[in-house]
């Protein structure tokens, strides 16, 4: 009776925990840039056997805020793209996870939820995870005040395809019909990358942004990220997994060599072991375990924080 009143107890403060985040619609229902009118699919969120949160069918985008206690809190924000090859998303230990650890460590986190490529709900599907990234970051800088945050502090943060998605806004944030400065990240984090949709592509993730009838090359290198640095891309930091058999680790070898190319600051791990899709699940992995104090120690060295 006493494990089963133990039970009862934490569901209730994870249903309270969970309540006390904020969901912030990206558009109006109205105006969803791409979207075709009247055409909408039922979301899905999956736990899977394996623990792992998959979203699917995101018709409508939004942030999630996750706030760091007020005596931490340090004015850093991060913006997390979730991975899943632009086919779902791992918003659990990709997103969630991941924003209560910043939260821990004074950061601010917003996790988005971005619209999945999809040709029966969208045209240029190419387009739309983008355009809810710079929407997302041009929102969280518009409540910077709100939110207790710099607005010169505020990055991306990407996993897998959602690493694609944070080094696209990293590199195109000025480039279409929603370009801003507003929309341009302080810096950012990337995780098991998908950077190219070259010789070294995850087929998975490129078939499903561009689909696989759109693969022209002026395409295929518009988002080939390692092609697209500039010396306006943000101070980037990377982590990958040498034995990653996904997203092979010349995804952020590539993106980190086109940096110093850039003159722009980059700091990049690469692990022995680890895989793919790991996030804050390293304990298996050795050394691997180290990313998270590392991705801090860069972060406030280029936030310069306490």
Request: glycine share 8%.
């Amino acid at each position: 009776m006493k494990s089963v009143l133990i039970a009862i107890s934490t569901i209730m403060l994870l249903t309270e925990t969970a309540q006390s985040q904020e969901v912030v619609k990206l558009w109006p229902d109205n105006a969803i840039p791409n979207a075709i009118a009247g055409v909408k699919l039922d979301e899905k969120a999956d736990p899977g056997s394996d623990g792992i949160m998959r979203i699917s069918n995101v018709s409508v985008p939004t942030l999630t805020a996750y706030l760091p206690p007020k005596d931490k809190a340090n004015g850093v924000c991060v913006m997390i793209c979730p991975g899943g090859g632009y086919s779902i998303l791992a918003s659990g230990h990709e997103g969630e996870d991941v924003a209560k650890w910043f939260n821990e460590i004074g950061v601010t986190a917003f996790v988005l939820k971005y619209r999945l490529p999809n040709d029966k709900i969208m045209t240029n599907q190419q387009e739309v995870p983008l355009l809810d990234a710079m929407q997302g970051m041009t929102i969280i800088r518009q409540n910077a005040a709100k939110y207790r945050i710099n607005p010169e502090k505020i990055g991306v943060m990407g996993f897998s395809a959602g690493g694609h998605l944070a080094s696209t806004l990293a590199t195109h944030y000025h480039r279409g019909a929603k370009a801003s400065d507003l929309a341009k990240p302080n810096f950012a984090i990337l995780l098991y990358p998908v950077i190219t949709f070259g010789e070294k592509a995850h087929t998975g993730s490129r078939d499903k942004l561009l689909g696989k009838l759109n693969t022209s090359p002026d395409m295929v290198a518009y988002y080939s990220n390692e092609l697209q640095v500039s010396n306006q891309t943000p101070p980037t930091f990377l982590v990958h997994s040498e034995d990653d058999k996904a997203v092979p680790v010349e995804n952020s070898i590539s993106f980190y060599l086109a940096c110093l190319k850039n003159n722009v600051s980059a700091e990049m791990h690469l692990y022995p072991q680890g895989g793919h899709g790991y996030g804050l699940r390293t304990a298996k992995f050795g050394s691997l375990n180290t990313w998270p104090e590392a991705c801090r120690a860069w972060l406030k060295s280029i936030t310069a924080t306490n």
